[in-house]
C-alpha cells in the first residue's frame, strides 16, 4: 500500500484492483514448474499451463496501468490548464512537489511500454517484501516475549526523549541498536524472498570445485544460507542477541545473511524497503502492547511458512493491540 500510493499517488480504484494481479503474479513466479526445469522443451512448457496464466495476468496488469496512465496524463493536462490560467492573472508557477512515480517517469519518456515495464517491475520486485518482514518481526517478538519486552523498552525510551514524531532513519538507528539486531534476525530466519532471481553468467568459471558452464541458470538459496549451522549457532532460533557484538549486516557484503542478494544484482529498493520496516515497526512497538487472542501460548504461535515468491505467514497473524500511554 506504501509502495503504491508513492507510485500512484490518490487513484484508489484502479490501485484496489492492481495490487491482487500483482499478488498473483508473484506467487506465479515464484513457484517451480516443470518448464523451469527443461527451459528450452516448449511443449512442457506449454503443458505446465504457468506461460499461458502469466501472459493472461500480464494482460491484466497492463490494462489497468494503462488506466492509471491516462489518468495522470489527463490529470496533468487539467493542472497545467489551470497553472496557465492562474499564471495569466499574475500567479507564480507550481512546482512538482507531490508528483508520484507515474508522473515522474512520464515526465521524462512519452513510451507508454517503457513506463508500465518499469512499474510492473518495481511493484513485482518489491512484492509484499516489507509487509511480510514485518508480520515475520511481529510473530518472532510474540513467540519470544522476553525479546519483546526488551525491545520494546529500547523503542520507548527513544521516542520518550525525542518526541513520538521523531523519525527512525539511518542516523537514530545507531541508537535503536536491539531494533536492528531484531531486524538483522528476522530477515536470516525469514528473508521475504527466499530465492534469488535466476542467473546465468556470460563464462564458465569453478565455485567451490563445481564447474557452472556460460548460461547456466543459477538460482541461489538465501534461507538455506541464514540457517547454515557452519556459519550460525543455534541456526534455527531467534536470537538478536547474535548481532550485537558483531557488524555483521544485510547489505550484500557478509555472505552468510543475503536478504537482498549481492554485488550487481543486490536489491535497488534495499533503503526503501528497510526504512519501511523500521517506521513500521517503531510505531507498532511505541503505540501498542501486544496480546496472543484465544488464550494462544506464546510457543503454541503457528510459524508455518507459504512457499512462493515470497515467503510469508501460511497462516495470517491476529494479535490484539493495547494501547500504550506515556508515562
Ligand atoms: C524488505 C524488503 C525487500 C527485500 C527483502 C528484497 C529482496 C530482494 C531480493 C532478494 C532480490 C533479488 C536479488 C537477487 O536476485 O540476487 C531483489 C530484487 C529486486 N528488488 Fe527487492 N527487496 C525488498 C524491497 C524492495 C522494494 C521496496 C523495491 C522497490 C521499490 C524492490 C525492488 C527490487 C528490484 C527492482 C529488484 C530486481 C533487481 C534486478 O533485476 O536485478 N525491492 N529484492
Not at 534476525?185 to 546465468?200: C, G, I, K, Q
Not at 531467534?238 to 550484500?252: A, K, M, N, S, V
Amino acid at each position: 500500500m506504501i509502495t503504491s500510493r508513492t507510485a500512484f499517488g490518490t487513484i484508489r480504484e484502479l490501485e484496489g484492483s492492481f495490487l491482487p494481479v500483482i499478488h498473483q503474479i508473484v506467487q506465479t513466479l515464484g513457484g517451480f514448474s516443470i518448464g523451469d526445469i527443461f527451459p528450452s522443451n516448449r511443449l512442457l512448457r506449454l503443458i505446465s499451463g504457468t506461460e499461458r496464466h502469466l501472459k493472461k495476468l500480464h494482460q491484466e496488469a497492463d490494462s489497468i496501468l494503462q488506466g492509471i496512465i491516462d489518468e495522470h496524463v489527463s490529470r496533468k493536462r487539467r493542472r497545467r490548464e489551470t497553472e496557465d490560467h492562474d499564471m495569466a492573472e499574475g500567479a507564480e508557477e507550481d512546482d512538482n512537489d507531490d508528483d508520484d512515480l507515474v508522473d515522474v517517469l512520464l515526465a521524462s519518456t512519452n513510451n507508454h511500454v517503457e513506463v508500465k515495464a518499469v512499474i510492473l517491475d518495481v511493484f513485482v520486485a518489491a512484492g509484499d517484501s516489507s509487509p511480510i518482514a514485518v508480520e515475520w518481526t511481529m510473530s518472532e517478538l510474540m513467540k519470544n516475549p522476553e525479546k519483546m519486552e526488551k525491545v520494546q523498552r529500547e523503542v520507548r525510551h527513544f521516542f520518550d526523549k525525542r518526541g513520538e514524531g521523531a523519525v527512525v532513519d539511518e542516523a537514530l538507528l545507531n541508537e535503536l541498536k536491539y531494533l536492528k539486531s531484531v531486524v538483522k534476525e528476522t530477515f536470516r530466519l525469514h528473508p521475504p524472498a527466499a530465492l534469488s532471481l535466476p542467473r546465468e553468467g556470460p563464462e564458465t568459471v569453478v565455485v567451490n570445485g563445481y564447474q557452472i558452464p556460460s548460461r547456466t541458470r543459477v538460482i541461489v538459496n538465501y534461507w538455506a544460507i541464514g540457517r547454515d549451522p557452519s556459519h550460525w549457532t543455534q541456526p534455527n532460533q531467534f536470537i538478536p542477541e547474535r548481532f550485537l557484538d558483531t557488524c555483521i549486516d544485510y547489505r550484500g557484503f557478509d555472505f552468510q545473511l543475503l536478504p537482498f542478494g549481492s554485488g550487481r544484482r543486490v536489491c535497488p529498493g534495499m533503503n526503501y524497503g528497510t526504512a519501511v520496516v523500521y517506521s513500521l515497526l517503531a510505531n507498532l512497538l511505541y503505540r501498542f502492547n501486544w496480546e496472543l487472542p484465544n488464550q494462544i501460548k506464546p510457543q503454541d504461535l503457528d510459524m508455518s511458512e507459504n512457499f512462493g515468491g515470497a515467503i510469508s505467514r501460511k497462516k495470517n497473524l491476529y494479535l490484539i493491540p493495547i494501547p500504550y500511554h506515556a508515562p
